[in-house]
């Protein structure tokens, strides 16, 4: 009896092991359109003052890589191109997560995450690009409306 509670409970020890390694590991496997072969930095970026930490390297060969990182609680994270200065923004989340993107095209929606997560951040940063699109032409059509000085009487707040 001794012996099998002294297996049951190694086992046990084993096991909590070597789940406690894989906690907060994650892969971002990607395929980039017209991509060049090149470095690929996956970068844990901070809610404060502190600059973006590079966790993982990878490679980009034929448009396709795989980089797998550990990091301490699930955040945002950065993919950067090391050539062409193109970076894409993501959640981390347990497991796997894919991208798809075009190198060429930079408008967000040139690329894609896989992940509920993910997706609600592509969301989010549609609205806010709109939000600030709106807000960059309304003050562009002020600016000309002052230029022009269409409306003397008008009061310019």
């Not at 049951?8 to 359109?33: H, M, Q």
């Amino acid at each position: 009896m001794k012996k099998l509670l002294l297996a049951v409970t190694i086992t046990a020890v084993l096991f909590s092991c070597n789940k406690g390694a894989d906690k907060g590991k994650f892969t971002v496997e990607g395929e980039l359109k017209n991509a060049v072969d090149q470095k690929i930095y996956l970068e844990e970026l901070y809610f404060s003052d502190k600059q973006p930490e590079v966790l993982a390297t990878g490679i980009v060969k034929d448009g396709k890589f795989t980089i797998t990182t550990i990091a301490s609680e699930e955040g945002l994270y950065r993919l950067r191109l090391e050539k062409d200065n193109t970076t894409y923004l993501f959640i981390s989340e347990a497991g796997k997560i894919n991208l798809k993107a075009d190198v060429n095209n930079k408008e967000l929606s040139g690329y894609s995450f896989s992940g509920a997560a993910n997706s609600s951040l592509q969301k989010i940063l549609h609205y806010t690009d709109s939000v600030g699109l709106l807000i960059s032409n309304k003050d562009r059509l002020l600016g000309e409306f002052k230029k022009a000085n269409i409306n003397k009487n008008f009061i310019w707040l």
